[in-house]
C-alpha cells in the first residue's frame, strides 16, 4: 500500500510537470555506461544523454567522471529519442548554466583546480564547468616560463580573472594565488623580525631618500638617509655604493615594510666594545688571595 500512495504521489507530480524542447532540467544518474547516461527526471519517462553531448573537455571520461546518484543539469533537445526518452544535452546546458557560474567565481575570487589539457600559442588550455579557459605564459608563474610543454598533464589551482559570454573567452590566472601566497609568506618572515635585532645585509640600490639594503632570505629593508651616517650626508652615495656589505639594526616592522638604521648598529657595537674593554680591566688572568697566609707574607714583620 505504501509503495502505491508513493507511486501515485509521483504520476501526480509528473502530471503538474510540463517538459518542452530548450528547457535546462534537473535529473538523477540511474545508469551509466560508455554510450549514455540515463537520467530519472521524475517524469513519465526517463532522459539520456549521448556520451558525445556531456561535455566539450576532451580530457572527460563517462565511465570515470559520471556516478550514480549524481544530479545533472541537461538541456531538451527532443520530446523523443525514438525510445521514448527525453534526449538531453549536458552540453548545450553547460553553453546556457556555466558563464553565470563562472561569473560567481570570477567575483568570489575563488581558489579552483584545473587540469591542462593542452598547450597553445602564448599559454596552455584548461577546462573549468565544461568551458575551454585560457591560461597565458604570464600567468602560470611568477617568473617566466620558456617551456609550456612541462604544464601539460598538471593540475593547477587557479583564480577566473576575464569572464565574456558573449565573446565565449575564459581566462584563468595561477600568477593571482602565487601572489598572494609569496606576500603571506614574506609578510611573515617580515613579522618574524624583531625590533633592534642586528643584521648583515649587502646595498643593493641607493636612492635620494636612502639605501635598500638585502637581508637575504627574499627579505630587503630601508635605511633612511638619517639612519645611514653619523655625520650629516647629502646623498647615500656620499658614504655607500651598490655591493657594499653593511651592518644594520631593526627599527621597525610597519605595515610589512623594514626600517633598518646602520647608525644604531654602529652604536650598538660601540656600546659593546666598551663593555668587552671594561670587562678585561676587572680580568687580570690572576686570582685575588684572601687568606690569612696571604696577607701576613706581604708584610715585613
Known amino acids: 500500500m505504501e509503495e502505491t500512495m508513493k507511486d501515485y504521489e509521483k504520476e501526480l507530480e509528473a502530471s503538474f510537470r510540463t517538459i518542452k524542447e530548450g528547457d535546462v532540467i534537473q535529473g538523477t544518474v540511474i545508469d551509466v555506461n560508455e554510450q549514455e547516461v540515463v537520467l530519472d527526471l521524475k517524469y513519465y519517462t526517463q532522459g539520456v544523454i549521448k556520451a558525445e553531448d556531456m561535455s566539450k573537455d576532451p580530457g572527460f571520461s563517462i565511465m570515470n567522471d559520471v556516478k550514480i546518484g549524481e544530479v545533472i543539469e541537461a538541456s531538451v533537445v527532443r520530446m523523443d529519442d525514438g525510445q521514448g526518452n527525453i534526449q538531453l544535452s549536458k552540453k548545450e546546458a553547460n553553453d546556457i548554466l556555466a558563464w553565470d557560474v563562472l ?15 593542452d598547450v597553445v600559442n602564448a599559454g596552455v588550455v584548461a577546462f573549468l564547468e565544461g568551458i575551454r579557459g585560457f591560461i597565458p605564459a604570464s600567468q602560470l608563474s611568477l617568473s617566466y616560463v620558456e617551456d609550456l610543454t612541462a604544464f601539460k598533464g598538471k593540475e593547477l589551482t587557479v583564480r577566473v580573472i576575464t569572464v565574456d559570454k558573449t565573446k565565449e573567452k575564459l581566462v584563468l590566472s595561477a600568477k593571482e594565488i602565487l601572489k598572494e601566497q609569496a606576500r603571506q609568506e614574506h609578510d611573515h618572515k617580515v613579522a618574524m623580525l624583531a625590533p633592534g635585532t642586528v ?26 638617509i638619517s639612519q645611514i651616517s653619523q655625520k ?70
Not at 568570489?108 to 583546480?113: M, P, R
Not at 643584521?199 to 639605501?211: H, K, W
Not at 652615495?237 to 657594499?244: F, N
Open 103 to 117: 561569473a560567481g567565481y570570477l567575483e568570489e575570487k575563488k581558489n579552483l583546480t584545473v587540469k591542462v589539457s
Open 199 to 224: 643584521l648583515e645585509g649587502v646595498v643593493e640600490s641607493l636612492q635620494p631618500y636612502g639605501a635598500f639594503v638585502d637581508l637575504k632570505d627574499g627579505l630587503s629593508g630601508l635605511v633612511h
Open 232 to 301: 650629516r650626508i647629502k646623498k647615500p652615495s656620499e658614504v655607500l655604493s651598490v655591493g657594499d656589505k653593511v651592518k644594520v639594526k631593526v627599527l621597525n616592522t610597519n605595515n610589512g615594510k623594514i626600517s633598518l638604521s646602520m647608525k644604531a648598529a654602529e652604536e650598538n657595537a660601540q656600546v659593546d666594545e666598551i663593555e668587552s674593554v671594561n670587562t678585561e680591566k676587572f680580568s687580570s688572568g690572576q686570582s685575588i688571595g684572601t687568606s690569612l697566609g696571604d696577607l701576613f707574607a706581604k708584610l715585613n714583620l
